[in-house]
């Protein structure tokens, strides 16, 4: 069976489509449970009377072992194939999630967090997973697509993470309780998509990789395993390239998940639920905005070739970059939500560019050139931590980011294919 060249957005007839839309909602729940705690920070913080500085340090651990198991995951779906990979950080991914609501003091609680980042790297399996199942002339789309949706678990966990608590509490739980009790509901979630995920997908068109091997065939997706897989993306320069500029993008989204509420709180005064719904305004665009990245991405590679591409995700993060900085000096909260949704239009939109980009660096080893590019955008997301708790001041941090998300810009341009455009991936020249 080949690889579909088009997406039937209402059938789960073919393999394809199943595994295109159960990667987006086991994405969505994974995204859900890494941000569930964000919203509810405001809480959290007054309970365990943490300073700016162990907020911080709790917003790092949140994204920073994302960035092992991103390099991980990518050879092991090269390996194992994503329905097994999936599967298990689904399940391994719960443990923490859930006991995030048993913390009971400021180390226990970063603890958790720090287990919790773990679940971040499904964003790789679903990208590979995707990857493996569309052709060149819609792959773009796809991919972007299946995670635009997925990131919007961010948006919806702080929108909906508030309004669960609120619910508790107007029953009688106290708040104290209210809040563990809304973190269990991801964990559960993860629980039931482990299981739909192993039932319902499987690795690639013809089959699973196992099953292929043993029949003697070499899959596409997974012709290198493990360190062979990783050894041969990082000796691509562009993987690089695109690690940085993911870094600048998607690190920022994750960095405006994680501080967005308490800014809302603190710098205008919102209540928790307003703060919530602010912020949730800025995730829930990627419903949209991450797959029109991606689908004007293969757009234009149709009417020219991958440099199109390339010079769309250097004008995306230029816009990125300058709508940051609006943000950061927006001094109403009118101001600051319009600021904060221009800026992410172009944030996700740039998101979906860098991974519209993904399947045609080097088709060998897909899964470690997806799991680099992917753990760039944590170690954005950490860096960015770091300059936060150096300042000590989220709008001056803002500032700063600014200015380097337009400095990364040029690590797009860098990126080029040369005269022609042409990629080492299989088919590139028909996207």
Not at 41 to 56: R, W
Not at 329 to 340: E, F, G, Q, Y
Not at 343 to 368: K, N
Request: glycine content about 12%; some cysteine.
């Amino acid at each position: 069976m080949a690889k579909a060249n088009r997406i039937t957005l209402f059938s789960i007839g073919s393999p394809q489509m199943r595994a295109f839309h159960l990667s987006w909602m086991a994405f969505f729940v994974c995204f859900f449970a890494w941000f569930a705690c964000a919203p509810l920070m405001p809480v959290i913080k007054g309970e365990f009377g943490l300073t700016i500085t162990q907020i911080a340090n709790i917003n790092i651990a949140a994204v920073a072992v994302t960035i092992l198991v991103r390099l991980l995951v990518g050879p092991m779906c090269d390996r194992f194939g994503p329905r097994l990979t999936y599967t298990g950080l689904l399940l391994l991914g719960a443990i923490p999630v859930l006991g995030v609501a048993f913390a009971h003091s400021y180390d226990s609680f970063l603890l958790c967090r720090l287990g919790i980042g773990a679940v971040g790297a499904s964003f790789v399996i679903t990208q590979y997973h995707t990857s493996v199942m569309f052709a060149p002339n819609v792959v773009g789309t796809a991919n972007a697509a299946a995670a635009g949706w997925g990131n919007t678990g961010g948006g919806a966990a702080q929108a909906l993470m508030p309004l669960l608590l609120g619910a508790l509490v107007m029953l009688g739980v106290s708040e104290s309780m209210g809040w563990r009790i809304a973190l269990l509901v991801p964990g559960l979630l993860m629980l039931l998509m482990a299981a739909l995920y192993w039932r319902f997908t499987q690795d690639c068109p013809e089959g699973n990789y196992a099953q292929l091997r043993a029949a003697g065939r070499a899959p596409e997706g997974g012709r290198k395993g493990g360190w062979d897989s990783f050894r041969c993306a990082s000796m691509n320069y562009r993987v690089w390239l695109l690690f940085v500029t993911y870094g600048a993008c998607f690190g920022i989204e994750i960095f405006i998940h994680n501080v967005a509420a308490v800014y809302y709180v603190e710098h205008f005064g919102l209540s928790l639920k307003g703060a919530g719904l602010a912020a949730a305004s800025f995730g829930l665009l990627a419903l949209f905005a991450r797959a029109l990245g991606g689908k004007l991405s293969d757009h234009l590679a149709l009417r020219g070739n991958l440099n199109s591409r390339v010079t769309l995700l250097f004008v995306m993060m230029i816009g990125e970059g300058c709508a940051l900085a609006w943000f950061a000096h927006a001094d109403t909260v009118t101001l600051a939500v319009s600021a904060m949704l221009c800026f992410g239009l172009f944030t996700h939109m740039a998101c979906g560019a860098t991974y519209a980009l993904v399947p045609f660096i080097d088709a060998r080893a897909l899964g470690g050139v997806a799991g680099i590019i992917g753990a760039g955008g944590n170690v954005g997301a950490v860096l960015a931590g770091f300059l936060m708790k150096g300042t000590g001041n989220v709008q001056q941090t803002l500032s700063i980011l600014s200015l380097l998300v337009l400095f990364c810009a040029l690590c797009a341009i860098a990126a080029r294919f040369g005269r022609t455009g042409a990629a080492s991936a299989p088919a590139a020249t028909a996207a």
